[in-house]
């Protein structure tokens, strides 16, 4: 049985953003913790399989990576990572961030999408139906 999620982490997301991505992720886990992160020191803090972290693709704040996919990278190997899901449109970058040891993730059009509460349910290790 998968850890249960007590964190929704969005990491390096602009104030602009991180209003839908909170509330979309206050619907799907109410009784998990929604954090926004945009430093790099601060993700030890939820650095556990208890996380489900949302990163941006290009990250807004200060953080030891290049990009989203190479904060992913660099989280991925740990003893005990976080779920991970890239958020980002291009179809390449979200490849690159599963490579990395993502899981599948969604873009930023995809907000409005009915199917993503239930993508995001399965990232959450909940059933969909």
Known sequence: MPTPITHVVLVG???FDSGPLGRLAQSVAPDAQVIG???HKQLAD???PGALWLVNRALDGRFDAADGI???EQHAGAPTPPR???VSNYPDSQAAA???GALPGFGKNDLRDPGLAG???GAL???ET
């Open 125 to 127: 290790g909940e059933s």
């Open 119 to 121: 993508r995001l349910r």
């Open 70 to 72: 190479d904060l992913i």
């Open 37 to 39: 992160i945009n430093v």
């Open 46 to 48: 939820v650095a556990h």
């Open 98 to 100: 599963e490579a990395a």
């Open 13 to 15: 997301h602009c104030g």
């Open 84 to 86: 991970q899901m890239l």
